[in-house]
């Protein structure tokens, strides 16, 4: 199932959660994360780091993929299409209208990268975001 925006990842975790009987408190204690973070990224906030929403969405089972590879590859797989498309860190950094650091850190991984800068990096590369649907429900 395609993922367009931030909200949708926010939606599945929700709908997600409830199919299945789990209160906020618990899966938020369990991801180690704030109570207040999983409100906040249930309701579509965009400037939660992709590594706790990887954790989170790994403990309800939901499979998230970007072009086709599993979401805790996008450092290779961004790196990977902005190369195929011949683009420097640089002219992708200005064609988004975000810094250069930002992009070397969402090619090496780093923690602290927002999911909203995540979503504009991969459409700018044409990078689809789906949900694998065979291990995870909405």
Do not use: C, H, M
């Not at 009987?21 to 990224?41: C, H, N, P, T």
């Not at 790196?79 to 090619?107: H, Y």
């Amino acid at each position: 199932v395609p993922i367009r925006d931030v909200k949708e990842i926010g939606k599945w975790i929700k709908n997600t959660r409830r199919e299945n009987g789990i209160r906020q408190k618990y899966l938020a204690d369990s991801a180690r994360v704030s109570e207040r973070f999983l409100v906040e990224l249930e309701n579509g906030r965009s400037s939660t780091e992709i590594n706790k929403v990887l954790n989170l969405l790994n403990l309800l089972s939901i499979r998230l993929r970007i072009n086709n590879e599993p979401a805790n590859q996008f450092p290779r797989t961004i790196r990977a299409q902005r190369k195929a498309n011949k683009i420097t860190q640089q002219d992708l950094a200005g064609l988004l209208g975000i810094s250069l650091s930002t992009i070397q850190k969402i090619e090496s991984g780093k923690k602290g990268i927002s999911l909203e800068k995540l979503f504009t990096v991969s459409q700018g590369l044409s990078i689809s975001w789906s949900v694998d649907t065979a291990r995870a429900r909405k």
